[in-house]
């Protein structure tokens, strides 16, 4: 019995070894994780040559013109360097940076547009006894290919006669016209979706997608309405935010980037007047009061910056790429939208070397009148690891000279000149 208690004993003591080694054990991985972070901490400052390469490429004897640039360090959280940065200039296309980034925060990152197809009445054979509705929002991308899809995905349910009226439900009934100083030949407006070209045409393509599909129906039957209570939905199509914004950043597209603007206009104020109206205002209250950018030389007049009136700086387009940094669920949009160079996009070809290539995902920004204009906004890893999030404008410059000079600062950023 003795030598029992003796053995249990030493398990006992065994056990409270055991633990208070494994204790700590974990008492100093947590303080190595403390010191760890604490490392980290004083390693992620800035890359002092790399300020030295961008001091070299602002120092450059360059062509005559506007220029100014800004690049900051997310990973350190610390400007890098800035040249002209709070100059305002105009922004082109890379105003479309502001447009999305603000889309995305007031709409969420999972919006979606919705198409849908109802029915009022009741199905007896192949007959609807009462009206079909046609309910269409602000999906930048349905064609009339589309309304057949639709259709098709409705003839499931065998309808091949309607006795009541083919009604249309929509947001917009006006065609899409140019905004304020837009110049004539900038914006193809056959390039919109069918639901921006006026109820006319809306109603045409609907009607003849019923019409291929089988169902009798005569133009009298077309009217414009609302959807009746009580109706019940066929068919739902949704299209999702990352495909608009994929082809507004990757090929910016004027009209997907206009439709989002009217987009969020609508969702700000469904009865408004002008949606393109309210959607701008949207813009400027989120660069002011969300971004924090309150220089009182920036304009916004349009969501794809087709207006040289839109002017922003090399500060301010960074401070939006800051901000979509801090928001995950957005940084992610981008990162997956945002033209990589010398693989897709408007960066294809531009940056298509092999020390440039995969290496930068930014936004373009050009207009050739009334003279050069063109920015690069986005993002790229230095050599150091950290990443990098820049902006650099260029205006009264020819395109061609811009360019060169946009890729030199990506260069300097990546330390090119090493390789």
């Not at 899409?176 to 639901?195: A, C, M, N, T």
């Not at 077309?222 to 939905?233: D, T």
Request: with cysteine.
């Amino acid at each position: 019995m003795k030598q029992k208690i003796s053995n249990t004993s030493y398990i006992k003591i065994l056990l409270l070894s055991l633990a208070v080694t494994i204790m700590s054990s974990c008492g100093g991985k947590k303080q190595e994780t403390k010191q760890e972070k604490k490392r980290d901490s004083l390693q992620a400052v800035v890359d002092t040559a790399l300020q030295s390469r961008l001091d070299r490429f602002a120092k450059k004897p360059r062509m005559k013109g506007r220029f100014g640039f800004y690049v900051y360090d997310l990973t350190a959280n610390k400007p890098v360097y800035a040249f002209n940065e709070k100059e305002a200039q105009p922004s082109a296309s890379c105003l479309k940076l502001l447009s999305g980034v603000a889309g995305c925060y007031l709409l969420g990152t999972n919006y979606e547009w919705s198409t849908e197809i109802y029915r009022h009445g009741r199905v007896i054979g192949d007959t609807l006894h009462g009206d079909l509705i046609f309910k269409g929002g602000l999906d930048p991308q349905l064609t009339p290919q589309g309304m057949v899809t639709l259709v098709g995905m409705m003839k499931k349910q065998h309808i091949n006669h309607v006795t009541g009226k083919i009604i249309f439900d929509l947001v917009l009934t006006d065609p899409v016209k140019s905004e304020q100083h837009w110049y004539p030949w900038d914006l193809s407006f056959s390039r919109y979706g069918i639901l921006y070209k006026g109820a006319p045409k809306v109603q045409k393509a609907f009607a003849d997608a019923l019409r291929r599909g089988g169902t009798q129906l005569s133009d009298t039957q077309l009217v414009a309405g609302r959807l009746p209570k009580g109706s019940v939905r066929m068919v739902r199509f949704r299209r999702p935010l990352s495909l608009v914004l994929r082809r507004m950043w990757k090929n910016s597209s004027n009209t997907q980037a206009t439709s989002l603007l009217y987009t969020m206009g609508h969702a700000l104020e469904p009865n408004a007047a002008s949606y393109p109206g309210v959607g701008v205002k949207y813009e400027r209250y989120f660069l002011r009061d969300i971004v924090k950018e309150r220089d009182a030389g920036l304009m916004i007049h349009d969501g794809c910056g087709l207006c040289t009136y839109n002017h922003l700086s090399p500060y301010a387009l960074t401070s939006i790429l800051k901000f979509a940094y801090t928001r995950k669920d957005i940084f992610r949009m981008l990162w997956v939208c945002l033209p990589i160079s010398g693989v897709d996009g408007t960066l294809r070809s531009e940056m298509s070397a092999p020390e440039l290539r995969g290496k930068v995902r930014a936004k373009t920004g050009t207009l050739s009148h009334p003279y050069g204009i063109s920015s690069l906004a986005g993002y790229c890893q230095a050599d150091n690891g950290h990443l990098l999030a820049f902006s650099i404008m260029d205006s009264d410059m020819s395109v061609l000279d811009a360019r060169v000079l946009q890729r030199d600062l990506c260069k300097a950023m990546i330390n090119a000149q090493k390789e």
